[in-house]
């Protein structure tokens, strides 16, 4: 099994973010990078797999300052010798998908293939609504895509599309695209060069660009991992299957995650995609490693604070925790791996709102009495 953190991107204290407008304080993003990038070097050290963020933009209250998801995963990577860094991910219904497969493209190489990728639908309307790579798109929270409503439906269809459209740099040397929403070249091609005719490809005999594509080509063929943040739905669940993407699940109830296992196994199959049981999905939670029940509960508490705080009124449920003694969380892992078979295995960590003495602590107890129970080190020094 291998074992990835997640970072909210939490840049303070309990007590500073209660101050106000945390997110726009230099001081505290300068102390944030410094934090990360000791996370990031004693993760690097201890054998986990990945290191990884969300994308989200304007985030004046420093709850989620994570506004830029391929140049923060430079930032791990440079810091890392080993260890991957994983965007979770591009919220395409706000980027040109031309232009995040290029970025990503060209990240895979600065760092080498360290890289994975996940994509998002984006939930918080605030930033989601304002940057929107399309007119009238906007965020999709757990109610509009329960009701179905046209909201949520624009927001999946230029999602699905932007995917298809990245896939399809991917894995050609020029490509062109037409659909529903997205085209490229533009209606009537652009205008040509002579260079692309004697060095390139996509240009008609009447001189006018009709196919593009991406340069470069990505250093991992054909491309980095795909993972679906954190999905909940059965039909993101169906669509990941058939894009042969990992969706990361982050829920307790062990029924619930059986079905959308089975809902995977069946889209893939369906989709003519032989995917193995134990890369249907990812699971995970939230890590609380301590022997100490009363320290338990503080940090239960400080974790219930801060998400009552800021995702529960975007209609985001407390994802799974992972609390207790080491050899508590053992048994928790353990149970859900017998039902599940999962091989990865994502924690997320108190990064910014406690102190790194505590974080750091709880890291190196995982790797050291929990993560032996389910892994071995390869040659590289990676928990697998």
Avoid at 109 to 131: A, E, I, K
């Amino acid at each position: 099994m291998k074992f990835n953190l997640m970072q909210t991107g939490v840049i303070g204290r309990r007590y500073e973010l209660e101050q106000g407008m945390a997110g726009q304080r230099p001081e505290l993003y300068q102390r944030f990078l410094k934090e990360v990038r000791g996370y990031v070097q004693l993760a690097d050290e201890l054998g986990y797999n990945l290191y990884c963020q969300p994308e989200h933009h304007l985030q004046i209250e420093g709850f989620e300052i994570n506004n830029h998801p391929g140049m923060f995963s430079l930032y791990v990577g440079m810091h890392a010798k080993r260890m991957k860094a994983g965007i979770m991910g591009y919220t395409l219904p706000t980027h040109n998908p031309v232009r995040v497969a290029e970025e990503i493209a060209t990240l895979d190489h600065m760092l080498q293939g360290r890289l994975t990728v996940g994509f998002t639908r984006g939930y918080h309307p605030r930033w989601v609504d304002s940057m929107a790579a399309l007119r009238g798109v906007k965020s999709t929270a757990p109610t509009n895509a329960m009701a179905k409503d046209a909201q949520d439906t624009l927001n999946r269809e230029v999602f699905e599309e932007s995917l298809h459209i990245i896939k399809k740099a991917w894995a050609s040397d020029v490509f062109s695209h037409k659909g529903k929403h997205w085209e490229f070249p533009p209606n009537g091609g652009s205008a040509g060069h002579p260079a692309y005719r004697e060095f390139g490809k996509g240009m008609d005999e009447d001189g006018i660009v009709r196919q593009i594509g991406i340069a470069p080509k990505c250093f991992q063929n054909p491309h980095p991992k795909i993972y679906g943040g954190f999905a909940a739905s059965l039909s993101t669940i169906d669509f990941w299957a058939r894009e042969g993407g990992k969706p990361i699940v982050l829920a307790d109830n062990l029924d619930f995650c059986e079905k959308v296992w089975h809902r995977y196994a069946e889209a893939a199959i369906a989709a003519d995609l032989n995917v193995p049981q134990e890369d249907h999905c990812a699971w995970g939670g939230f890590l609380m490693l301590t022997d100490d029940k009363g320290k338990a509960q503080a940090l239960m508490d400080e974790h219930k604070w801060f998400w009552d705080k800021w995702f529960i009124p975007f209609g985001q449920k407390m994802p799974n925790v992972l609390i207790g003694s080491a050899e508590e969380i053992v048994d928790t892992i353990g149970k859900a791996h017998d039902r599940l078979k999962f091989n990865e295995l994502f924690l997320m960590f108190g990064q910014g709102h406690l102190d790194p003495e505590q974080n750091n602590d709880e890291l190196e107890k995982f790797a050291r009495l929990v993560a032996p129970h389910f892994s071995t080190k390869d040659k590289d020094g990676t928990m697998v």
